[in-house]
Each structure stands twice: as C-alpha cells, then as structure tokens.
C-alpha cells in the first residue's frame, strides 16, 4: 500500500508542476530572488510575461539592469535571478525615467539612460530564449533621458531620447544600427518651447504618429501634440496638431494611446486651472479631431476632480472603455468610475457623468496600473485603503460587464494580500487566453528587501469538475471522462495501478470489486469523483485448470509462447495490453484439437503486461514480465 501511495504522489506533483502560479495571494510567484526597486512588465502574445528591474548593488554601482521571463505557467526561465541586461551604464543612487516594449515576434526592448556621469542612453533588443540581439551591452544612443522604443513591423524600430531641450529620434534596423544620418529633432507646437517624445504608433503604410509634450517652461506641465512622420522621418502634416487646448498634462508620465486601423485614441486627464479633467481624444489619419480640440469628455460634472485617466480598445469593437479616478476638491477621498464611448462620434455610453464602480470615500479605492479587457470588458487593478498611509498593502483585480456592472459576484478578487510590505510599480499586462497578469514590487518584512512579485489572474477560470463512465467486457474496463473545465487527469484505477488521461482503457488482473477515483486538475482548483466497478471473468485459475493454458519463459525477453491443451478445435483471440491499459498487440487464430503453441516475438519495452485470452465464451487473463 505504501508503494501504491508513493505512485499516486509522485503522480500528482507531476500534475502540480505543470504550473508556478498559486491561489495564495499572500504568498504569490516570486519573480526574482534579488532586490529590485524599480522595476516595469510587459506581457507576449502567447501569455508570457517579461519583468524588467533595476537590481540594487553596493557604492558606486548602485544598481544594474536585469530581466526576466515568467512563461505562461508563471515558471521563470532567466534563471533565479534573472538574466544580466546591462551593469555598464553609469548609475547613481537614484534611477530615472525608462521603458519597456514587444515586437511581433514577443522581442522585448529595453531603453534607458544612467543617472550617473554623462547621462548615457542604452536601448537593448533581447530575444525570448535570452539572446542579445544588439549586443551584450544593447546600442548607447548617446547621452540623454527618457529613452522610448517604437518597434516596426518590418523589424526596425524607432527610439526616442531628450538630450536636452528639444527630443530626438533615430530608426534603426533589426540589427542596432542606426538608420539615418542624424537624429530628427520633435518640433513644438509653438517656436521656441520645449519638446520630448510621448507615445507612438505605426501606421499601415509604414508611417508613424508620436504624440509628443510641448513645454513653455522648465516645469511638468505640457500640452499634447502630435506629428505623422514618414519612414524617412519627414513631417507628413505641414503642422503639429495640438491634442487640446487648455488642459494640461505633465511630460514625464506615460497617457495610454490605443489604436484601431490608422485611427487613434489618446486617453488623458489634466489641469484645468486648479481641477483635474478627464477626455478621450480621437486623432484621424490625416491629423483631423473629429471630436474637437479637447476630444470627448469622461463626463460633464465639475464638482470632483478626475484624475489618472486609462483606456483600453478590442480590435473590431465599437466601444473605447475608459476609467477614471475621481476624488473630492480636498483630495482626501478617492473612488473609481467607468465609461464607455463611441469610437466614431465619441458619445459617452455610460451617462454623461459616468457610472460609479467605487464612490468616492475615505476607503481611497481606485485603480492601480493599466485598463485591460477580456471579451470587451474592463478588468483593472485596485487598492482598497489598506496601505501604510501612502502605498497600498493589498491589491485586488476587478471584472466589469459589458454595462459596466460588476461581473463578478463578489466583486473583487484578492491579488495581492501580504499586508507586512507595501505595493509599488504596480502593473497589469494584456490578457492572453483569458488571463492576465499583474506583477508589483513589495517590501515583506520576512524578507527585509524590495523584490518583484507576479499573479495570475484567471479571469473566466473556473474549478474543474470531476466527472467519468465506464463500460465493462468481462476484465476489460473502458474509462471515458466527462469532467469539465480539467487541464490535468489522473486515474488511481484501484488495483494499485496509474493512468494519466482523459479516455484509457484497463485490464484487471482478477475478478473484484475495485475503487476507481478520478483526479482532475486546473489552475483554479481540482476535483475528485471515486466510482465502485465490479469485473467478472471466468479468470486466469479457470483457463489454467480448464486447458493447462500457461506464458513461456515468464519472465521473458520479449520472445515467448502461449501454451494451451485444447480438447476440441476453437477460436482463440488474445489482445496484450501494458498495465496502463494501451494495447500493443492482438491477433485472432483457428486452432485444432491437442497441445497447441502460439509463438510470439515483438520488440516489447521491459515491463508488466496482460494477456486477455477468449476461448469460445470463456475469458482469462494471464500476466507476464519482459526483462533485459
């Protein structure tokens, strides 16, 4: 029995490493067993997730840039550390503005700049199996800050960096090298202000948009603008188009820029005078602003301020999801609303103030990272209030409807939920197969250091359901799963043998009463359904006594024979099965009366199989051992 124990277990880790991401959201999947501060995420299309962070190291290196890769099973595969990207770049005890992106083909790119001697901007290319694409200290760039990374179908990309005043950008093709002879310069909207790149987006033809600041001043604020430049760099629109009028936004944060075909939307809040709006702005092909020059507003109220404004766009959808902070004028309370527009006339779905997902209270609940949608519905981060005064201590995901209703019953699901360390870096990245995740650095008192951590979030997951019939022909049992929402099965068939399978077959060795118990598996949980059978066989000790029927040599080395003394010609059938239950030979043959000898050679692994024998109506089952 104990051995029997032993198999099942064996079994059933096998089954519990087919995934790292766990349902305790105190515990969580820990990125990198290193400290990191600073650090950002982006998922792959087929579910993985890169996780980039700046390692902190002893005076005067202070820190190194480090990646690492979480497959879709949450399995990190850069090591327990994760893979060096860059511990060159000149650093000081502070990092600074950076960026993380993915081509088509899941390569990340990293852009970044030292804030040690000489401001130096790096950009590396790094392929999924860890490769360097552009060398193993990436391509500096020169000297400057902000360093942002637009990569191109075609396998080029294009980066931006500020090396002073006025940003700058530069093509390069796959490879690192630089494209053009000279970096272009981003123009103002005004002569004369200040400039650094945005956000970017390609177009169909091989152009491509940036939406870029333009500051009067030495402050944050700037008015966003954008320009559509050509594959050479040439200004396409003889201007700059201003996004807005009046509402001010500050250069060094990141607004979501999304895109359906050549048409784009730029989500943004920003001050109006001494309030905070919130607006959808829509920017045509051809530099148009269909919606006007502040684009469509999150909603008409002008009591509470809107701030940190996301959006999110499904391919083929009519609708732009949006979601907004709002707070009191005091800014002392906080909450969260919703909003769905048009993405032709920009006209609100949602009321024209909006509809509230958490109101505006001292509880401060309010989104953490990016808008995502699974099946055109909003999922997002929040933090409830519990925090240490400033940064939150728990993280909770949240699913919406396609009203903007809650999805799920109990409204929020725990993430992260470790209360000894405060959350920060917060992210969620894009969904794939109905799952997101979202990774954060915390500060545990357990451990004493910053590190990055990851959740999955299965959204539409649902515990597995256990489930299974059978049919019986005298030993023979056939096994058919109905269970529902199972990745993994497992069957104990309860003759002290293991299947692993949704369909199997099986032959018992004796007649009997056996215990089948079927174990089913998924990310979000497991299941088990146990089942009595009975099997009935004239059984092996009748065939031997009735016809002297015996396996010669047993044990054997895959070449043995099948004694019999028949007293009457029959038909005799035999089908040899591994103790798995897989057929690996049968074969039916006309025998004559007296001692007969049916010889069998195969090329049979070593191991235990079983003879199912009919002779007329009568059916047995003889065992036997292959060795080396």
């Not at 992106?101 to 790094?126: E, M, R």
């Not at 603008?225 to 009028?245: E, I, M």
């Not at 045509?284 to 404004?309: C, K, M, V």
């Amino acid at each position: 029995m104990k051995k029997n124990l032993l198999t099942l277990a064996l079994i059933l880790v096998a089954v519990s490493l087919f995934a790292q991401w766990t349902d305790e959201t105190d515990v969580n999947t820990l990125v990198a067993a290193t400290e990191a501060e600073d650090m950002q995420a982006v998922g792959t299309s087929d579910g993985k997730t890169y996780v980039a962070y700046w390692h902190n190291l002893p005076a005067p290196e202070y820190y190194e840039m480090r990646l690492q890769l979480l497959d879709e099973n949450g399995y990190p595969l850069f090591g327990p550390e994760g893979m060096l990207v860059n511990n060159v770049v000149p650093m000081s005890s502070f990092t600074v503005l950076w960026s993380i992106t993915v081509d088509a083909q899941d390569n990340v790119y990293l852009g970044f700049n030292g804030s040690g001697a000489g401001n130096l901007a790096y950009v590396h290319k790094i392929a999924p199996d860890g490769t360097q694409l552009w060398g193993s200290t990436g391509v500096n760039v020169g000297a400057g800050y902000d360093v942002k990374v637009l990569p191109l179908s075609n396998g080029e990309a294009i980066v931006s960096w500020l090396p002073g005043n006025e940003g700058v950008f530069q093509k390069f093709d796959a490879d690192g090298n630089a494209v053009w002879a000279d970096p272009v310069t981003i123009q103002p909207l005004v002569a004369g202000h200040k400039t650094s790149a945005g956000e970017f987006a390609e177009m169909s033809n091989g152009d491509f948009v940036m939406i870029f600041h333009d500051r009067g001043g030495f402050g944050l604020s700037s008015i966003p603008g954008a320009q559509r430049y050509d594959s050479d760099g040439n200004a396409v629109w003889t201007l700059p188009v201003a996004l807005t009028d009046g509402v001010y936004t500050v250069f060094n944060r990141r607004y979501p820029l999304r895109q359906d075909g050549d048409n784009l939307y730029f989500g943004y809040s920003g001050a109006v005078g001494l309030k905070f709006y919130s607006y959808l702005q829509r920017l045509n092909p051809d530099g148009t602003l269909p919606w006007g020059i502040n684009g469509s507003d999150f909603s008409t109220q002008s009591a509470d301020y809107e701030r940190e404004t996301e959006i999110a766009y499904s391919p083929g959808s009519d609708y732009v999801w949006a979601i907004c902070e709002y707070t009191d004028p005091s800014q002392g309370m906080a909450g969260e609303y919703v909003q769905k527009f048009d993405k032709v006339t920009g006209a609100r779905q949602l009321s024209d103030l909006g509809k509230v997902v958490f109101p505006i209270d001292a509880a401060y609940v309010s989104h953490r990272g990016d808008l995502q949608l699974i099946d055109d519905q909003p999922l997002f981060i929040v933090s409830d209030g519990t925090s240490n005064g400033v940064f939150p201590l728990d993280l909770l995901a949240v699913y919406l409807d396609a009203n903007g209703d809650f999805a799920w019953p109990e409204e929020t699901r725990p993430v992260a939920t470790n209360d000894t360390g405060v959350k920060g870096r917060i992210q969620l990245n894009r969904p794939a197969s109905g799952n997101s995740v979202c990774v954060w650095t915390e500060n545990r008192t357990s451990v004493g250091e910053s590190r990055p951590y990851a959740q999955q979030i299965a959204v539409a997951c649902l515990a597995p359901t256990a489930g299974f019939s059978f049919s019986l022909n005298e030993l023979e049992a056939a096994f058919t799963s109905t269970a529902i929402d199972a990745d993994s099965i497992v069957w104990d068939l309860g003759d002290g043998n293991f299947a692993i399978g949704e369909d199997i077959t099986h032959i018992y060795a004796f007649s009997g009463t056996y215990t089948v118990c079927q174990y089913v598996y998924n990310a979000c949980g497991a299941d088990t359904l146990c089942q009595e059978i009975t099997v009935v066989s004239t059984g092996v000790a009748d065939l031997a006594q009735l016809y002297g029927m015996e396996i010669f040599p047993n044990p054997n080395h895959g070449v043995f024979s099948i004694r019999m003394d028949l007293p009457e010609p029959a038909r005799v059938s035999y089908r040899i099965f591994t103790v798995l239950g897989k057929l690996v030979g049968e074969e039916t043959v006309e025998l004559t009366s007296g001692k007969q000898v049916i010889s069998m050679q195969g090329a049979l692994p070593v191991g235990s199989y079983l003879v199912n024998i009919q002779v007329g109506g009568q059916n047995g089952v003889l065992l036997f051992e292959v060795v080396r």
